[in-house]
Nanobody, 130 residues
Framework: QVQLVESGGGLVQPGGSLRLSCAAS????????IGWFRQAPGKEREGVSC????????SYADSVKGRFTIFRDNAKKTVYLQMNNLNTGDTAVYYC???????????????????????WGQGTQVTVSS
């Protein structure tokens, strides 16, 4: 099984920072592409950031580029999303999902289409408010 658990969300003021964690259980995280996605109330799910299995390629949505950073710690079996200079538009439930290495593409990273649909975690809430 490929199973992921998100954590690290919370309430922050505009301009603040959070680090989200996407932790693997029961499999080797470094063998998969990992994507971060978010969904705000009344909006479609959107891709936020993506990392390939070898950590040689990373992608970011235009709305977060320069503010967010994705990175992986294989020893901890965790992919992180460092979020800096948060604004109210970042308020959403954040999810992570996995795909096979060859799945690293806009189909997965932007649209969330994965051959491992059961990998989706339960999500973690991020609220940016003053």
């Amino acid at each position: 099984q490929v199973q992921l658990v998100e954590s690290g969300g919370g309430l922050v003021q505009p301009g603040g920072s959070l680090r989200l964690s996407c932790a693997a259980s029961g499999f080797s995280l470094d063998s998969y592409a990992i994507g971060w996605f978010r969904q705000a109330p009344g909006k479609e799910r959107e891709g936020v950031s993506c990392i390939n299995s070898g950590d040689s390629n990373k992608s970011y949505a235009d709305s977060v580029k320069g503010r967010f950073t994705i990175f992986r710690d294989n020893a901890k079996k965790t992919v992180y999303l460092q979020m800096n200079n948060l604004n109210t538009g970042d308020t959403a439930v954040y999810y992570c999902a996995a795909d096979l290495p060859q799945g690293y593409s806009p189909s997965f990273c932007v649209s969330g289409r994965t051959s491992l649909p059961d990998s989706w975690g339960q999500g973690t809430q991020v609220t940016v408010s003053s």
